[in-house]
């Protein structure tokens, strides 16, 4: 029995324990700027005040955009559970409206040259976190690198957040191209949706995803839908600035109530039929076996 299969067995027996699994969201983007980190803050403050338990894991590797813009020093990070014998609880950080997060560091890089017992431990803490939280939001780096693309594989649900900006756009459907080449992509297992940011109507965001999805379907054929949009809205750039997030710095602003509709969306189950609960540890292993497959 190789490496991977005995990977995917600790899963299934995790599995098999009938645990609660967490729902993985993956956020990400075609490009830097558009405005991916302050989405997975602001859905993860929204969904707590919906009584969900949200942890952000913050995999945008050398830019620590969330511990900015929670306004937090994280002590430990993902590197401190795989080198320092730090445990799952350890590591994560309590920000503003009580949502966690956990800072990737350099960490997840590393996985696969890592040993069979270090992969165990690992993989063993991660699926902890299907106890601790509902939702664990993870906020990838922007573009199309090697990185970006495992994460979004593993994933199950994949949001892409994007701008009117032609050149937003374009980078979009070019992530979209490069994950349906990927081998390990499945059109069946992952359900994508688009959320457009900084639109200045809410008929410029739906323009927006019928230009992006005209081009999909023609040239992909990958299903994607519509999440909602989030307006131009000078009171989140004054959030940014004060190192909050704007649902928690002005709750009534135009943002804020997009956020508050957008999470509702994520959580309305009719909505979301095909949405399956992967749990963090089979997400982790995804990656893992994955590259050692390869």
């Known amino acids: 029995m190789d490496q991977a299969e005995q990977l995917r067995n600790i899963i299934k027996a995790n599995n098999t324990q009938k645990r609660p699994l967490a729902r993985v969201i993956t956020v990400t ?16 403050i929204q969904l707590k005040k919906m009584g969900q338990r949200v942890i952000i894991l913050d995999a945008d590797f050398g830019l620590a955009n969330i511990e900015i813009m929670f306004g937090t020093v ?5 590197c401190d559970l795989i080198y320092q014998g730090k445990n799952i609880k350890e590591i994560i950080t309590w920000g503003p409206g009580e949502v966690g997060f956990i800072s990737g560091g350099s960490g997840i890089a590393g996985l696969s040259n890592l040993s069979r017992d270090y992969l165990i431990y690992i993989i063993q803490n991660l699926a902890e976190l299907d106890a601790i939280a509902d939702v664990i ?4 780096g922007a573009g199309i690198s090697d990185a970006v693309l495992e ?30 080449r990927h081998p390990r992509f499945s059109k069946d297992e992952s359900v994508i949706k688009v959320l457009a940011n900084r639109v200045n109507r809410p008929e410029d965001g739906v ?25 131009q809205d ?4 004054a959030a940014v600035m004060q190192q909050t997030p704007v649902s ?26 095909n949405v399956k609960k992967r749990g963090m540890a089979a997400f982790f292993s995804h990656i893992v076996t994955g590259k050692k497959t390869n």
């Open 29 to 44: 983007s075609g490009k830097g700027g558009v405005g991916k980190s302050n989405t997975a803050i602001n859905l993860a």
């Open 74 to 78: 994280p002590k430990h990070n993902l």
């Open 137 to 140: 939001i993870i906020d990838t």
């Open 151 to 180: 994460f979004l594989v593993a994933s199950g649900e994949i949001l892409l957040v994007t701008t009117p900006e032609p050149t937003s756009i374009t980078d979009s459907y070019s992530l979209l191209k490069a994950l349906n």
């Open 207 to 231: 323009s927006l995803f019928n230009k992006l999805n005209a081009v999909v379907q023609r040239y992909l054929k990958i299903p994607i839908t519509y999440l909602g949009e989030v307006p």
């Open 234 to 237: 000078d009171k989140l750039l």
């Open 248 to 273: 928690l710095y002005a709750p009534t602003a135009k943002s804020a109530k997009s956020y508050e509709v957008i999470a509702g969306k994520l959580m309305n189950k009719e909505l979301n039929m």
